[in-house]
């Protein structure tokens, strides 16, 4: 670059001591560095030949997958009931999401909104306990089955989804609900009919993006004892039964793939 280039027209440089973002990177570094300086990890020990062809034998017992009509109608009632715990407890998040997302924002500039704090705490609680924590407290009163997996499933969910929904509904713009505020209309009406209508797309596809997380932990979740495919992967892998082990897992693979395609297309379109 020649000399009398401009200086607004150089690029930053790399390094600057008034950078934030600069000393940022520089600690995530840092932290990453120490990370691999402080846990024994075995490379060496991962990436030898002995653990190869261990990791192909124990691969090659799942070779061929049990096919018998007796157990595919099991594998197949387990994926029905591991999409119905998914979908059932993403309903309710959803639902108690956007609940608690009403009093856990501020829809206008300057509003004192006393609930905002302890709703966003609560929201915080029912996010930070994870799914399978849930499901094992759930299952001493709910016992063992789909109940406790649907329960555990909506209730970290909904901390998920309602603090979503929160910050799109503080985000919104602020002018169709301005204007009904001029008429005298009031705060739960202004976000029923001016700010809902406008992120709904966005709440949808919130919405849907957890329901494909949620296939994926509700497969998991059967490993406590909470149904669906789970159930079936811990009880024959425990057995060591790894051509039906092979089995569940393609079901599950399958299940997430379609759900994934199928949300995937459906938050394009709601985006359009």
Not at 90 to 110: E, F, I
Not at 130 to 144: C, D
Not at 166 to 177: H, I, K, L
Request: aromatic residues 10%; glycine residues 10%.
């Amino acid at each position: 670059m020649s000399s009398g280039t401009p200086p607004h027209l150089l690029p930053p440089p790399l390094w600057q001591a008034r950078c934030r973002a600069c000393w940022f990177t520089l600690a995530v570094l840092a932290l990453v560095v120490a990370s691999f300086w402080s846990l024994d990890l075995q490379w060496a020990q991962f990436f030898s030949l002995e653990a190869a062809r261990s990791m192909g034998r124990f691969i090659g017992e799942f070779f061929p997958p049990d096919t018998s009509p007796e157990f595919l109608r099991k594998v197949a009632l387990g994926t029905w009931e591991t999409l119905a715990m998914s979908a059932l407890g993403t309903a309710l998040a959803a639902a108690g999401g956007l609940l608690l997302a009403l009093p856990a924002s501020r829809l206008q500039a300057g509003e004192r909104a006393w609930a905002r704090t302890p709703t966003r705490g609560l929201l915080n609680l029912l996010r930070a306990v994870p799914e399978l924590v849930w499901a094992g407290l759930l299952l001493i009163a709910a016992g063992l089955g789909p109940l406790a997996g649907t329960l555990a499933l909506a209730a970290h969910t909904t901390g998920v989804l309602g603090r979503l929904f929160a910050e799109a509904m503080e985000n919104a713009p602020s002018g169709p609900g301005d204007a009904l505020r001029a008429q005298g209309v009031g705060k739960w009406r202004v976000a029923l009919y001016a700010t809902l209508p406008q992120v709904l797309p966005q709440l949808l596809s919130y919405t849907l993006y957890r329901w494909e997380n949620n296939i994926r932990a509700a497969a998991v979740l059967g490993v406590v004892g909470a149904g669906g495919l789970g159930q079936l992967l811990a009880f024959h892998m425990g057995l060591f039964h790894m051509a039906k082990t092979a089995t569940v897992l393609g079901a599950m693979l399958l299940l997430v793939g379609v759900v994934d395609g199928l949300s995937y297309g459906s938050r394009r379109w709601l985006m359009r």
